[in-house]
């Protein structure tokens, strides 16, 4: 599985607020970039905390860089939630409109949630043992077998460390905007129990100027 991730973050660090509510970071330059970015990827991946917070569709992509890239009639980026315990509401925007939606989900999830979620359209993908949170590289594996060789992860932090912990992430870009959010509670980029040591070591590939920040874009070594 190729891995990108991609996010917007205030000039200190943060997703979002302390109260973990969507904020618009980014400007209309870097969503048109974000747009191109989703274009090129199989399927466009987030936690289930964005999906709590956010209720993203993540159905918008740039459908001319799609055709570009991959010739007519292209299917969409499909939608990729990592779920444990499968909360996803079963009203969530991510189960609307035409894009296949996968929840990459663990052992405890109970009989009801999965019945509820494939009932609304869900395509369940099992990868996760015991108590465990979703095993990235299994679930990798399994979406590989749907044809998800290339993902775009968009977030969020809880996520973000653990496919860096897994040593899963090939690409880092990040948006850096003109704002400032502050709050040792907020969200940052990279959260979970952070590193200690064996911290993951990036090669700067690329410095843009949008809107009004900056987009930074790593290879992950
Ligand atoms: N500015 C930006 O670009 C973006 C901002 N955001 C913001 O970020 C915040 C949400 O981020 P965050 O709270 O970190 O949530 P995440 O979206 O990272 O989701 C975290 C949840 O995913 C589930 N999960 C399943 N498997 C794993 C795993 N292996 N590792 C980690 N988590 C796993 C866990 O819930 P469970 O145990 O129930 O499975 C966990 O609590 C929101 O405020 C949102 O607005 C989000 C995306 C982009
Ligand atoms: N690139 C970017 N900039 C911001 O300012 C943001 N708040 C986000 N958030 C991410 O975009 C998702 C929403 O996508 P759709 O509205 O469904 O297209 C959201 O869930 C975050 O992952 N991203």
Do not use: C
């Not at 973050?9 to 747009?35: M, N, P």
């Not at 709590?52 to 292209?74: C, F, I, T, Y």
């Not at 009932?119 to 099992?126: E, F, R, Y």
Request: glycine letters at 10%; proline letters at 5%.
């Amino acid at each position: 599985m190729y891995v990108h991730v991609n996010a917007a973050t205030s000039a200190d660090g943060k997703l979002s607020t302390r109260e973990r509510r969507q904020v618009r970071i980014s400007g209309d330059e870097d969503f048109a970039r974000v747009d191109r970015l989703r274009a090129e990827y199989d399927g466009v991946l987030v936690g289930v905390g964005t999906v709590v917070a956010d209720d993203p569709s993540l159905v918008r992509h740039d459908e001319a860089h799609r055709v570009a890239e991959r010739g007519p009639d292209p299917t969409p980026p499909a939608r990729v939630v990592a779920d444990t315990r499968l909360r996803t509401p079963a009203d969530a925007a991510i189960l609307e409109g035409d894009p296949v939606t996968y929840l990459l989900h663990g052992e405890t999830a109970s009989a009801e949630r999965r019945e509820t979620l494939s009932a609304a359209g869900a395509t369940l993908v099992p990868a996760g043992s015991g108590n465990d949170r979703v095993e990235f590289p299994a679930a990798f594996d399994a979406l590989e077998t749907h044809g998800v060789e290339s993902l775009l992860v968009e977030g969020g932090g809880e996520v973000i460390f653990s496919l860096f912990e897994h040593d899963l992430v090939d690409r880092l870009s990040v948006f850096v905007g003109g704002t400032v959010i502050g709050g040792r509670q907020a969200p940052t980029l990279v959260d979970g129990r952070g590193f200690v040591d064996g911290f993951p070591e990036l090669e700067l590939e690329g410095v843009e100027r949008l809107d009004e920040g900056v987009v930074l874009t790593w290879a992950v070594r």
